[in-house]
């Protein structure tokens, strides 16, 4: 396969699953009805958790083709990269909470849940187009 043909399916994969991250994050914060939690914990399981998955096989089959390996910035981006993936499991297990309980009973913290993604994902661009270091 060619550099350019995984690097468009890396890239699809990461918009898909912080698209679902943002959906889950900005779901869970709102009181919603059980349907659309559970349309959500299916779209988690079908669409995010793959997306994620084939994000982190392409990523890795990539800096491995460029050999990066060794290069700061990308040990920085691998180290942001596991704490969305970290991320991505809280958002991931609140959900699964919620339905089971049923009660709407968010920690503090989930309200700046999108904040951090949206500074980890910046972040993450800034190293791999910059490449800084």
Known sequence: MSYLLIKSLHIC???LWIAGMVLQAATLQFSVERR???????WDRRVTAPA???????GLFLANL???FGNG???IKLT???CLA???GLLAGRLRRR???GVANNPPLLSVTLAGLFGLTASIVVLVVVKPF
Do not use: Q, Y
Not at 52 to 58: F, K, Q
């Open 80 to 82: 942001f990269v596991i």
């Open 13 to 15: 994969a990461i918009i």
């Open 99 to 101: 339905l089971e309980s």
């Open 66 to 68: 460029g050999d990066w």
């Open 36 to 42: 659309l939690l559970e349309s959500l914990r299916r």
């Open 86 to 88: 970290a991320l991505h």
């Open 73 to 75: 910035w990308l040990m």
């Open 52 to 58: 994620m998955l084939v994000a982190w096989i392409t």
